[in-house]
Structure formats: C-alpha cells, structure tokens
C-alpha cells in the first residue's frame, strides 16, 4: 500500500507563493511518475503538473504553466509543487498521485494513489 501526505497549502494573498510538499510511504516511490491535481468547489479534479520517475520529463496545465514548478527528492520520496505568482483562480484542494509507471502524464485515470489533499486559498 502507498500512503501520500501533502502539506504546505494555506492561506495567500494574490501574487504570492506556496511551496507544497507530497510525503509518500510504503511501496516504492521513485520507480514511478507522480503528479499534482486540485479540485476546486463545484468543479471536476484537473491536472496541474507530472514529473516523470528520474525527473527528466515534467508537464503543466496551461494555466500553470511558467508559475509553478514540480520538482522531486527521490531519496527523501517527496514530491514538490513551487507556486508562484497566485492568484484567486488557484483556489482549490491540491492533491498528489502517484502513476502507474514511470512515465508522467496528464491523464487523470493513469494515477492510482491519492493523498487526501490540502487546502491553498488565495485572497485577492
């Protein structure tokens, strides 16, 4: 069984920045892809970014893109999602999920571990 904690959501005012962690245990961590996704009231979880096992492959939403950066410590079997710039449309729960391989993609189905999430507000 995997266990995946995230931590670091909280509260922001607009144009600030969160760093949010995903703490994973149990079976292996950096033999597989693992990805953001947040879910905010009244809408469906979306992606947000995947990186690939080695951490050579990364992708981002469109609406993330070149303000938020996943990064991973496969020794510390952590996962990161630096985000900068906030802005109240970044509201939402923020989940981690671990994939089912080694490769990082946006496909929501593809991942079968999921944290119980954490909150990030931003006020404007």
């Known amino acids: 069984q995997v266990q995946l904690v995230e931590s670091g959501g909280g509260l922001v005012q607009a144009g600030g920045s969160l760093r949010l962690s995903c703490a994973a245990s149990g079976r292996t961590f950096s033999g597989y892809a693992m990805g953001w996704f947040r879910q905010a009231p009244g809408k469906e979880r979306e992606f947000v970014a995947a990186?690939?096992?080695?951490?050579?492959?990364?992708y981002y939403s469109d609406s993330v893109k070149d303000r938020f950066t996943i990064s991973r410590d496969n020794a510390k079997n952590t996962v990161y999602l630096q985000m900068n710039s906030l802005n109240p449309e970044d509201t939402a729960v923020y989940y981690c999920?671990?994939?089912?391989?080694?490769?990082?993609?946006?496909?929501?189905?593809?991942?079968?571990?999921w944290g119980q999430g954490t909150q990030v507000t931003v006020s404007s």
């Open positions: 990186i690939s096992w080695s951490s050579r492959n990364t």
């Open positions: 999920a671990r994939g089912r391989g080694i490769t990082a993609t946006s496909e929501k189905t593809y991942y079968n571990y």
